[in-house]
């Protein structure tokens, strides 16, 4: 997570370009599923881990959140979030999620989008976040599918005229770093299997209350013509756990 490639002028660019940077949670082809399995929110204290833009900080406020504490390793990341996500009751904090400390039971609910395939050591984070949240408080988060993290390039197999053939799939149980390129960049992420992810959180304590694997909705279907190749394979893993 110490890897910072969004302070990257060239790749902070390209990453405003994304439907999700320019539309919010809206432009999220996953927003629709995740937003039935958050909690509710009235009075609620929030910790948003890897928050980006801040659009998941602005919809907790919005939905009655008492406070929200956004944490991103990225200053220009945080720079736009307190432009255009600057409520009353939000704090944005710059620190490398694997930093972050707090006493036990400061947090109602925890949330994460897309960002713990970032990070080395998920046991470390779900050991942190059981202590941080309240008794019954909720763990709310996405990641990206360990079946499209497994191969590692992140990108299709393609034909003799360029046409998308499958998605490869290798070295499944094979954990760790991987090498791969996003907006035209090496990054460096991290495979976990769903059996690690669910039994890490299990081990923790934690009650499993919902896993989804999202795909598009039948809106982005028809909007967005390129949306069908993501009925393909999974890219996006959801779960929802309780303490």
């Not at 370009?17 to 082809?29: T, V």
């Not at 929200?68 to 996500?85: F, P, Q, T, Y």
């Not at 620190?95 to 109602?108: G, H, I, R």
């Not at 934690?206 to 393909?232: H, N, W």
């Amino acid at each position: 997570m110490k890897e910072n490639k969004y302070d990257n002028n060239s790749f902070f660019e390209q990453y405003g370009k994304m439907l999700r940077s320019q539309q919010g949670l809206e432009g999220a082809g996953e927003w629709y599923i995740l937003q039935k399995m958050l909690p509710d929110f009235i009075g609620k204290t929030v910790l948003d881990l890897g928050c980006g833009f801040g659009w998941h900080c602005r919809y907790a406020i919005e939905q009655g959140a008492k406070s929200v504490v956004g944490i991103d390793l990225s200053e220009k990341m945080l720079e736009k979030a307190r432009e255009i996500n600057n409520l009353e009751g939000i704090e944005y904090i710059r620190k490398a999620l694997e930093d972050v400390e707090y006493t036990d039971e400061s947090f109602d609910v925890v949330l994460s989008s897309l960002t713990f395939h970032y990070v080395e050591s998920f046991d470390m984070m779900a050991e942190h976040i059981y202590k941080w949240l309240k008794p019954k408080g909720h763990f709310v988060f996405s990641v990206e599918h360990p079946v499209f993290t497994a191969e590692g390039t992140q990108d299709w197999a393609y034909g003799t005229h360029g046409e998308k053939q499958h998605w490869p799939v290798d070295n499944y149980f094979i954990q760790g770093k991987r090498n791969t390129t996003f907006l035209g960049e090496n990054v460096i992420k991290y495979h976990r299997t769903l059996t690690s992810y669910l039994n890490t959180l299990l081990k923790q304590g934690f009650k499993i209350k919902e896993v989804t694997e999202a795909e598009p909705s039948e809106e982005m279907l028809k909007q967005f013509s390129e949306m069908k190749d993501e009925l393909r394979r999974p890219m996006m893993l959801l779960i929802s756990v309780e303490k």
